[in-house]
């Protein structure tokens, strides 16, 4: 079993939608969760970190929950430049951040 | 700009040959850690660099090395390349360092084709 998974998708969505994804981890160790994005032959950049109380940026929203071990990212409002994969990304607090495969998102006029 | 610099960019290697990969860390960060990206999947930890000491290994034989030097840049060697090294090398800075936890800025890769 994968430590972080994520459906790989794609989602394809038409602009201004709600798209949400989500992941799951398997170690229960895991301190520190987060949501990068990477582009298309690009690096990963991060999109924000995610807190059990919820956090908000924006037009984007993650949850946690520690007891389902469980992330969910929510982008409302969909843009065209929002098109890009979503890695979900867990961390045990010693700086070795591990990766979900990552959900592709489309998002189209 | 995330000031994490990475060389070359692009590298063809035959099976069996050796490489080196470079990382220039962001300014003020002494923690450096390595990814191996395969096409369609998300980045490995190879292993982490903290000053200049390795702190951290991922599930990656021997024959995956590295090093980091006073000034925190980094070097990734492969030596003995296979068909499935073929990969996205991902370089990521931070000034965490052991037991904590803080962003960590990547560089824009190194893609490696064996061939």
């Known amino acids: 079993r994968k430590e972080v998974e994520q459906d790989p998708g794609p989602f394809n969505v038409p602009e201004g939608a709600t798209v949400a994804f989500n992941c799951t981890y398997s170690?229960?160790?895991?301190?520190?969760f987060f949501w990068y994005r990477q582009d298309c032959r690009k690096e990963p950049k991060l999109l924000m970190s995610v807190y059990s109380s919820g956090n908000e940026d924006g037009r984007f929203t993650a949850q946690l929950n520690r007891a389902s071990q469980y992330i969910s990212l929510l982008i409302r409002d969909s843009k065209l430049s929002d098109s890009a994969t979503y890695l979900c990304v867990v961390s045990t607090g010693f700086q070795k951040l591990v990766f979900g495969t990552g959900t592709r998102l489309l998002v189209s006029p | 700009e995330t000031g994490v610099t990475q060389s070359p960019t692009h590298l063809i290697k035959t099976r069996g040959q050796q490489v080196t990969l470079r990382c220039s860390s962001q300014?003020?960060?002494?923690?450096v850690s390595w990814y191996q990206q395969a096409l369609g999947q998300g980045p490995q930890f190879i292993f982490q660099y903290y000053r200049e000491e390795e702190n951290g290994r991922g599930n990656f034989p021997p024959r995956f090395s590295g090093l980091q030097f006073p000034n925190y840049s980094s070097e990734l060697n492969v030596n003995a390349l296979e068909l499935d090294d073929s990969a996205l090398y991902l370089c990521?800075?931070?000034?965490?360092?052991?037991?904590?936890?803080?962003?960590?800025?990547f560089g824009q890769g190194t893609r490696l084709t064996v061939v």
């Open positions: 170690n229960s160790a895991s301190q520190s």
């Open positions: 990521a800075s931070s000034s965490g360092g052991a037991g904590r936890n803080t962003e960590a800025f």
């Open positions: 300014s003020g960060h002494n923690t």
